[in-house]
């Protein structure tokens, strides 16, 4: 009788590969080959994964300086603990449900037993584990495939005595740790700075060229997750400012957070405001009639792994951060004589 291939020929819609209701036996097929997606085999800690996080874009860390962190996440593939050695042995016994259910099974999904479980079923107490994976913790239904493949190549079912650790054997794909370093990158906050800025009020003037900027900006941030084994690290990289205002026309400024006024330089990023707000209404916390400026920036990021060296995926959504500002608006009073 061929061993069962339940498992290989399981819909990638499965949330988790079979074997809680149904024992595949050794479905391990010898053809498969674990791929080169750089999954890694990290110390059991029962069904989570110790996950060291490090970088200049840490969450909740000083922003643009280096950091470090620890989190815990559950891993994508693990052995996963199921039946006594008795009460496994029970359901091969005649009238049970594995052996009942061999019978119903056309020949392609025919699989046998365990080795060795009627051994194990007389001998000191334990259960059985098998390896398993969950396609909600992969990027996607192909990425669950080839990992699932690539750990069953590598991981049989063990029985382990009861009292003993349960086996270790746990991954989680190059992509999910990459996913997992974009979620908790914490891009650098900042503030808006203007110019012209009058003394005092802080107001910038109407139908001239007001210079908006991020002060002291960060350009880079990196954030790299680790476990024995594999790393990947994320890397954000800014990429534009959109500055919006009520009553100005916006601007993008690519490549650039803004440039601080000096005595000289040029700006690309500017936005001329067509009237004052000195007829509108005073915000809560302003002491002057303001007009409420809003900057996006936008970061691009991409990911390397330590599977993979030399390549650079980018990920598909770009981050942003929004920055906003009250800014007066004056009119510059002239007095005209004839």
């Keep these: ?13 499965s949330r988790e590969a079979p074997c809680v209701t149904v024992v595949c036996g050794d479905t391990r097929d010898a053809g498969d080959e674990p ?34 962190r620890t989190v815990v996440v559950p891993p994508a ?15 091969w ?23 060795d479980y009627l051994v194990k079923a007389a001998g000191p107490a334990g259960h059985w584990f098998y390896p398993t994976c969950v396609l909600d913790r992969f990027p996607s239904a192909e990425a669950y495939q080839a990992g699932y493949r690539a750990f069953r190549a590598l991981h049989d079912v063990v029985f382990v ?15 999910s740790l990459a996913q997992l370093a974009y979620e908790e990158t914490d891009l650098p906050a900042g503030v ?92 809560d916390g302003q002491s002057l009639p303001t007009v409420t400026l809003t900057a996006t920036s936008r970061w691009q990021a991409s990911w390397t792994s330590s599977a993979t060296p030399g390549v650079n995926t980018v990920m598909d959504d770009p981050q942003t951060v929004v920055y906003t500002a009250e800014i007066p608006v004056a009119e510059i009073q002239t007095l005209v004589t004839t």
């Design 77 to 91: 593939c693990f052995y996963r603990g199921f039946l006594s050695g008795v009460e496994y042995a029970q359901a």
């Design 93 to 115: 016994a005649a009238g049970g449900r594995f052996s009942s259910l061999v019978r119903r099974l056309p020949e392609e999904d025919q699989f046998e037993a365990f080795p």
């Design 1 to 13: 009788m061929p061993t069962a291939s339940l498992l290989e020929s399981t819909s990638p819609a």
């Design 192 to 283: 808006v700075q203007w110019n012209p800025r009058l003394a005092g009020t802080g107001a910038t003037l109407v139908g001239v060229d007001t210079w908006v900027w991020v002060d002291n900006p960060v350009l880079q941030v990196e954030v790299t997750a680790q476990i024995p084994g594999l790393s990947a690290t994320v890397t954000s990289v800014f990429d534009r400012l959109r500055v919006e205002a009520e009553g100005a026309d916006a601007v993008t400024c690519q490549g650039t957070p803004g440039t601080a006024w000096v005595e000289g330089a040029t700006t690309n990023c500017a936005v001329v405001f067509m009237r004052s707000t000195a007829n509108q209404d005073v915000k």
């Design 161 to 175: 005595l009861d009292g003993e650790p349960a086996p270790a054997g746990q991954v989680i794909p190059a992509e």
């Design 35 to 68: 791929s080169a997606s750089g999954d890694v085999h990290a110390a059991a800690d029962g069904e989570r994964v110790s996950v060291e996080l490090s970088g200049t874009g840490i969450r909740g860390g000083e922003s643009g300086a280096s950091g470090r």
